[in-house]
């Protein structure tokens, strides 16, 4: 049976209210990071709770400078590219720049042992790790694409050595029918090559078979 529409309203229960408020709050901030380092988008979310207490998120650089950001885009009016972007002050683009520089030497400092000089507040340290995990996410996209080129320059590379030592040394297939065709005679297993083709030596029909066979393996190799 097909779910009803569920009536949006506000929870009486204190308690439920408070449980659902955090587990929300707490989903909205992770899909905002999420979205964030995916699209590489700049996001700054605020919220009060009903006691008033401020939380807040920046992905990038601080809240000061996202609500500056905002201010002035908001001044110029939207951007007519059909996505609904605002267009930021070449300046105002500058500051939020040298602020993120700012930002990531403070935290390379802090990173490196010097704390006892450096103190960095949540806001600071949630930016910082935006951008670890934005570096990371670029570093392994990277990695991966660089591997898959060797792997294939690697496959075409010796496809195409394969083929020039089957066509430039015909020989090398001659001998290894040769070695496998005195195997099978050793056995007593070229009857059937014979049945097949009843017109033709057994001998000859079986090495332009696998003559044949060895042809395609090597072409289909890679």
């Not at 097909?2 to 989903?27: D, S, Y």
């Not at 990371?136 to 320059?153: G, H, L, T, V, Y």
Request: aromatic share 8%; with cysteine.
């Amino acid at each position: 049976m097909a779910r009803g529409k569920v009536q949006l309203r506000r929870i009486e229960n204190p308690v439920h209210r408070q449980v659902t408020f955090c587990k929300r709050r707490a989903g909205l901030l992770k899909k905002a990071r999420e979205l964030s380092v995916l699209c590489d988008a700049d996001i700054g979310i605020i919220i009060f709770s009903a006691h008033g207490k401020l939380y807040d998120l920046a992905t990038t650089g601080t809240m000061d400078g996202l609500i500056e950001r905002y201010k002035s885009a908001s001044g110029e009016g939207m951007a007519a590219d059909g996505c609904g972007d605002q267009r930021v002050d070449p300046k105002q683009e500058a500051m939020v720049l040298k602020q993120e520089i700012d930002l990531l030497q403070k935290g390379l400092r802090y990173i490196y042992g010097n704390r006892a000089n450096e103190h960095m507040n949540v806001d600071e340290l949630n930016a910082l790790e935006r951008y670890l995990e934005m570096w990371m996410f670029n570093i392994r996209s990277a990695k991966m694409q660089i591997m898959i080129q060797e792997i294939q320059a690697l496959k075409s590379k010796a496809s195409q050595l394969i083929t020039v030592q089957i066509y430039k040394y015909p020989n090398i297939i001659d001998n290894l029918l040769k070695v496998e065709l005195d195997s099978l005679y050793a056995g007593g297993h070229v009857e059937s090559c014979q049945r097949n083709s009843p017109g033709k030596d057994s001998r000859t029909a079986w090495t332009d078979r696998r003559r044949h066979d060895y042809s395609r393996s090597a072409e289909w190799a890679f």
